[in-house]
């Protein structure tokens, strides 16, 4: 079961997330997916970490969902969703629409305050632009990691598609 949070991490959370991540966190604003134990799953990240844009809104935290789609990985299903994606203008379409509401989201969860700093590094154009995972080609599979992630916090038909294809869910208590 996942439920979506999108609260700030309390300590037991935090304690999972730096053993999820061998090391603590950095740019963590939020837990945004939890499974029915409250273990994270997602975290919702920072627009800006260290001075730079961070690549992706949302992080897959969970190790048994890293290491499930690691192996789809290693099959070469991004390859065959690429092909999908320029066969199937549907899948295409829908496609473009997670990225179009991943890029929503990164902005309506920014502060005035980030906002501001964003401008003023001069990266609106790329936290505009960049999609799921920092992807700037909207047509290509960059990391099934980040589009699931994406897919436990918001609409995205690659995480249906692996839900679908694959049962990623299933993995989950």
């Known amino acids: 079961m996942v439920i979506r949070t999108n609260q700030v991490p309390d300590a037991r959370q935090l304690a999972i997330i730096t053993q999820q991540l061998g090391r603590a966190p950095r740019g963590t604003e939020a837990v945004a997916a939890t499974d029915g134990d409250g273990t994270p799953l997602v975290l919702r990240m920072a627009p800006i970490v260290d001075g730079t844009p961070f690549p992706t809104l949302y992080w897959l935290s969970s190790e048994r969902l890293k290491v499930e789609i690691s192996h ?8 065959q969703l690429e092909t999908r994606l320029q066969q199937d203008p549907d899948f295409l379409a829908a496609y473009h629409r997670s990225h179009e509401q991943y890029v929503a989201a990164r902005w309506a969860f920014m502060s005035a305050a980030q906002r501001a700093e964003v401008a003023r590094r001069g990266y609106t154009d790329v936290l505009s632009e960049r999609g799921i995972g920092g992807i700037a080609n909207w047509d290509q599979v960059r990391c099934l990691h980040t589009q699931y992630a994406h897919h ?7 995480g249906q598609w692996l839900d679908a294809n694959y049962g990623v869910a299933d993995c989950l208590p």
């Open 72 to 79: 789809i990985e290693a099959a070469g299903v991004i390859k």
């Open 152 to 158: 436990l916090c918001g609409e995205n038909v690659i």
